[in-house]
């Protein structure tokens, strides 16, 4: 019974949701990309400045 009671609620607040349409789900995505893309340059850089310095230093 409250099982029933739960689905009934989540189609009645799936019903209230405002849905992102193309262009935007587009631009999210690109964003999520881009910023992926950019921490994993970044991140590459900073590894590659550690083991310099530990080579450096050993």
């Known amino acids: ?3 029933w009671k ?3 609620n989540v189609v ?3 019903k ?3 849905w ?3 262009k935007q ?3 999210d995505t690109s964003t999520v990309l881009g910023t992926s893309i950019i ?3 970044f991140l590459g ?3 590659f400045i550690v083991q310099w310095g530990l080579k450096f230093l050993a």
Do not use: H
């Open 39 to 41: 921490m994993a340059i």
């Open 20 to 22: 992102p349409n193309a």
């Open 25 to 27: 789900t587009r631009t």
């Open 1 to 3: 019974m409250r099982l």
């Open 12 to 14: 009645n607040e799936m």
């Open 45 to 47: 850089v900073i590894d």
């Open 16 to 18: 209230v949701v405002t």
């Open 6 to 8: 739960f689905l009934k």
